[in-house]
């Protein structure tokens, strides 16, 4: 079992990586855009009970786009669960919270490490409830198991849908989707289907693109066609960074 790293050093080092990745996503994405953000309702109606976050997985970037996010929940510590296999080889994920949980073996030591967690209402779990890499374009299937103990913690279920689009810029853009949580007695169908309508609900905003229901995590930077623009407008004033 591969333990994260906790106490004061592990919330320093969670916040320092989280800047790095931060730092990395800006120049790997054009943007990173998330909508919704019920952190506040899911803890006012849990009344301090603890929140799981439950997300698709369809890329490596995943667990990296979970730690840039860690400015948007002050005073909270977020904890991701890992395949073991995976953590064991790249074990400095531990760094901003990664634990273990052996999906090929015993995952008892990993759930329980969580349900440890998840008794502090300031620990922010997150789960990839499909238990492994998919294709996004492949309807979303979830494994049992975050529910189960969400059950046994009493905590809310938030699902969160990671969606990667190349469109009219140079980059990738990320688009993060934060549903609402789930009612205590959801079953894992509920789930898969608030995931699937999450990563739908992405698409729809994308055909045509309408960035009006999202916030950047930062403030995108320039695209090859758009710096080209720019040093060709005789006019800055009417110069528009974005691709309208």
Not at 125 to 151: C, D, H, M, S
Not at 202 to 231: C, Q
């Amino acid at each position: 079992m591969i333990y994260p790293l906790e106490g004061s050093l592990g919330r320093c080092v969670a916040r320092g990586f989280s800047l790095g990745v931060r730092w990395t996503l800006r120049r790997r994405f054009y943007g990173v855009f998330v909508r919704g953000l019920p952190l506040a309702d899911a803890e006012a109606a849990g009344a301090g009970r603890p929140v799981i976050f439950c997300a698709n997985h369809t890329n490596w970037w995943d667990g990296f786009a979970i730690a840039g996010l860690i400015p948007l929940f002050p005073g909270k510590r977020l904890f991701v669960a890992q395949q073991e296999k995976l953590l064991a080889r790249y074990r400095f994920l531990r760094w901003f919270g990664a634990f273990g949980l052996d999906i090929d073996g015993s995952p008892l030591p990993g759930l329980r490490y969580a349900r440890k967690l998840l008794r502090d209402p300031q620990n922010l779990l997150w789960i990839f409830p499909q238990g492994v890499l998919v294709p996004q374009w492949t309807p979303i299937r979830v494994k049992p198991g975050a529910l189960w103990l969400a059950r046994r913690t009493g905590a809310r279920v938030v699902p969160v849908a990671f969606r990667y689009e190349w469109m009219v810029e140079s980059r990738p853009s990320l688009f993060i989707a934060f549903g609402t949580p789930l009612p205590a007695d959801a079953g894992d169908a509920a789930l898969q289907e608030a995931l699937q309508r999450l990563y739908d609900g992405i698409g729809e905003t994308l055909a045509p693109v309408d960035l009006t229901p999202y916030h950047p995590l930062f403030t995108p930077r320039l695209s090859m066609n758009k710096l080209w623009d720019w040093l060709r407008c005789r006019d800055r004033a009417t110069f528009n960074p974005r691709n309208e």
